[in-house]
């Protein structure tokens, strides 16, 4: 019987695949709004994998949003139409691909002008509520191409591919999951992880995104 029950075990250990890794838990962040963060629709070719993406960018880092802020007033086509823009504020936690600095601002769209003054149909606060400080982010980042003058404001740093802002939501599952902040994140298996943001960083690293 002792004999039996040590051939079964080393039968299960040989045989058996590997088991998959324990999800961490991370604070609730509530349903995210991400119709907010959407005022712009893309057409492009979707990456079906983070690593294909990953290969595609110069800068891959994870980190936690610390807050929204008012972000330039950009004049784009037509002289004296201005396009208002929110900054998402993000702690850079952990480096997978190039350098980048502790904070990395990323712009967000505010939407059509609701009167003759410019005001955008959504405020900071709007984005604020809809992805509250503290929610975690995977970013693939280039550096910003100027689309126009910047009148009011700095001009942004960094920018992201349609796929290139990955939020963490927290609801009842306290793994999480990963939900796209500018679009709908691809829906192939490479970026149906599980353990959403850790599922893909996971994965970045088994293919030699390490930092």
């Known amino acids: 019987m002792f004999i039996l029950l040590l051939v079964l075990v080393a039968g299960c250990a040989a045989g058996g695949p590997e088991p998959p890794p ?23 070719p979707a990456y079906p994998t983070p690593e294909a993406l990953a290969a595609k960018v110069e800068t891959v880092v994870s980190g936690h949003v610390t807050g929204w ?19 998402m504020r993000v702690q850079v936690v952990k480096r997978l691909k190039g350098a980048a600095a502790d904070v990395a601002d990323l712009a967000f769209y505010q939407g059509a002008a609701v ?6 149909v959504h405020d900071v606060a709007d984005f604020a509520r809809a992805v509250p400080a503290g929610t975690r982010v ?26 290139g802002v990955i939020l963490h939501e927290v609801t009842g599952d306290p793994a999480g999951r ?3 902040g500018r679009d709908e994140i691809f829906s192939s298996p490479g970026w149906n992880q599980p353990c959403g943001i850790d599922g893909l960083i996971a994965r970045l690293h088994a293919h030699g995104y390490t930092g």
């Not at 191409?145 to 796929?163: F, K, Y």
């Open 178 to 180: 990963a939900v796209g």
């Open 69 to 87: 802020v008012a972000g330039p007033v950009v004049e784009e086509g037509v002289p004296g139409d201005r396009t208002r823009y929110v900054l």
């Open 138 to 163: 995977l970013l693939f980042m280039n550096r910003a191409r100027p689309t126009g003058t910047v009148v009011e404001g700095r001009p942004v740093l960094h920018s992201t591919p349609p796929q």
């Open 115 to 120: 009167d003759d003054a410019g005001t955008p």
């Open 22 to 44: 324990a999800c961490g838990a991370s604070a609730r962040t509530g349903p995210l709004d991400t119709r907010v963060l959407r005022q712009t629709v893309y057409d492009y």
